[in-house]
């Protein structure tokens, strides 16, 4: 589903970038453009990508010393 019509930036194009290790949204929008042109996606853009990385953060390994 695109969430980002300007840069045609999809759902799956953000949950890629979080898995690849994007830690904040600014960091996302550098990667893929999204939300840097009209911002109508920016809500629908950022819940996105806070699921993915609640996802990504989930799936680590637990480390202990």
Not at 8 to 32: C, K, N, P, S, Y
Request: hydrophobic share 35%.
């Amino acid at each position: 589903m695109y969430i980002c019509m300007c840069n045609a930036v999809t759902d799956h194009d953000i949950r890629r970038e979080a898995a690849a290790g994007v830690q904040t949204f600014a960091e996302l929008q550098a990667r893929t453009g999204c939300s840097d042109c009209c911002g109508s996606c920016d809500s629908e853009a950022r819940a996105t990508f806070d699921q993915a990385r609640s996802q990504v953060i989930c799936q680590l390994p637990l480390v202990s010393a």
